[in-house]
């Protein structure tokens, strides 16, 4: 009976220590490390915002110079200052800049349609908004590619993060939250009024960049 009552003991001083040591449960699973560090989805972040923004400011700055050769000077003005507004530290706030220039951008649209002989002048102009175009494009699309990715790592870390955590990284990933979401849309938009835009300057006899037609050709 003692040695019984000793090896007993012995088995409860093993199994005491074990889980002092953190020795998991027979059967147990340990928790798996999280598919993502906060350094990565910052970092996931970080590049996605900045194809983004390059993206939109592209966009606006080709519409002012259409704007601007269609003789359109007021609404050429409020959406170059809305592409010089635009930077990293307001990506999620681009939506609204955006909205705020619909009226100027409707404006050169209709002017677009009824636009047939420019002057020597106009299609340089138009040229120039062209190479311009070529950006906006090949941000959007350098974005498209990030966008899912970046997502992924930024809701894999708010997903695995503390209760005491969780609110602050949400705030630190907050323009990728945001803007990932948009971007397919967003490059679908784009690619629509590039196509408009090099079909205008085909009829008023200017050339497109290849690199901009070899862009919208591989969307």
């Given at each position: 009976?003692?040695?019984?009552?000793?090896?007993?003991?012995?088995?409860?001083?093993?199994?005491?220590?074990?889980?002092?040591f953190?020795?998991?449960?027979?059967?147990?699973?340990?928790?798996?490390?999280?598919?993502?560090?906060?350094?990565?989805?910052?970092?996931?972040?970080t590049?996605?915002?900045?194809a983004?923004?390059?993206?939109?400011?592209?966009?606006?700055?080709?519409?002012?110079?259409?704007?601007?050769?269609?003789?359109?000077?007021?609404?050429?003005?409020?959406?170059?200052?809305?592409?010089?507004?635009?930077?990293?530290?307001?990506?999620?706030?681009?939506?609204?800049?955006?909205?705020?220039?619909?009226?100027?951008?409707?404006a050169?649209?209709?002017?677009?349609?009824?636009?047939?002989?420019?002057?020597?002048?106009?299609?340089?102009?138009?040229?120039?908004?062209?190479?311009?175009?070529t950006?906006?494009v090949?941000?959007?699309?350098?974005?498209?590619?990030?966008?899912?990715?970046?997502?992924?790592?930024?809701?894999?870390?708010?997903?695995?993060?503390?209760?005491?955590?969780?609110?602050?990284?949400?705030n630190?990933?907050?323009?990728?939250?945001?803007?990932a979401?948009?971007?397919?849309?967003?490059?679908?938009?784009?690619?629509?009024?590039a196509?408009?835009?090099?079909?205008?300057?085909?009829?008023?006899?200017?050339?497109?960049?290849?690199?901009?037609?070899?862009?919208?050709?591989?969307?």
């Amino acid at each position: 009976m003692r040695k019984v009552t000793i090896a007993l003991v012995m088995v409860v001083l093993m199994a005491g220590t074990s889980f002092a040591f953190g020795i998991p449960k027979l059967g147990g699973k340990s928790k798996e490390a999280p598919a993502f560090s906060l350094d990565d989805a910052m970092a996931a972040q970080t590049d996605l915002v900045s194809a983004y923004v390059a993206g939109n400011k592209a966009d606006l700055e080709t519409k002012s110079i259409i704007a601007d050769a269609l003789g359109l000077k007021e609404q050429a003005a409020e959406l170059m200052m809305a592409s010089e507004s635009i930077n990293e530290g307001n990506a999620k706030d681009i939506s609204a800049t955006q909205a705020k220039t619909e009226n100027a951008q409707k404006a050169v649209s209709e002017k677009m349609d009824e636009s047939k002989d420019l002057s020597a002048d106009a299609k340089k102009k138009v040229g120039l908004s062209l190479a311009c175009l070529t950006k906006c494009v090949l941000s959007y699309k350098t974005a498209a590619g990030l966008s899912k990715g970046a997502l992924e790592s930024a809701q894999s870390v708010v997903k695995n993060a503390s209760m005491t955590k969780v609110m602050s990284i949400k705030n630190d990933l907050g323009p990728v939250l945001s803007i990932a979401p948009k971007v397919p849309g967003d490059l679908t938009s784009v690619v629509a009024t590039a196509t408009k835009y090099v079909q205008f300057a085909k009829n008023a006899g200017v050339k497109p960049p290849s690199d901009l037609t070899s862009a919208l050709g591989a969307l």
